[in-house]
């Protein structure tokens, strides 16, 4: 049974980082894409990033510049390098991993921007 499990989250700074972290494990299979969602107080949840298996890399507007996912050493890890922190970026962040038209997801960190 896959499980995911994400780590990082925390309070930070305007204009501060922080860097998430997702490991998918319980699988032999490579996860084809993995990234990132958040869901602030009141809204729907939104993609923040994502990398697929061959490095392919998508964004919201809203972090590009500003945020970096990149895929970890290991197989089926993934993090999310967040810097110049707005407090528009609070929210729990997802990490979601796909084996094609799977999707599974981990419990959720908080992120909170805030002075």
């Known amino acids: 049974q896959v499980q995911v499990a994400e780590s990082g989250g925390g309070l930070a700074q305007p204009g501060g980082s922080l860097t998430l972290s997702c490991s998918a494990s319980g699988t032999t299979f490579n996860m084809v894409r993995m990234g990132w969602y958040r869901q602030a107080p009141g809204k729907e949840r939104e993609l923040v990033a994502s990398?697929?298996?061959?490095?392919?890399?998508n964004y919201a507007d809203s972090v590009k510049a500003r945020f970096t996912i990149s895929r970890g050493t290991k197989k089926n890890t993934v993090n999310l390098q967040m810097n110049s922190l707005e407090p528009e970026d609070t929210a729990v962040y997802y990490c979601?991993?796909?084996?094609?038209?799977?999707?599974?997801w981990g419990q959720g960190t908080q992120v909170t921007v805030s002075s």
């Open positions: 979601n991993a796909r084996y094609f038209h799977t999707d599974y």
């Open positions: 990398i697929t298996y061959d490095e392919s890399t």
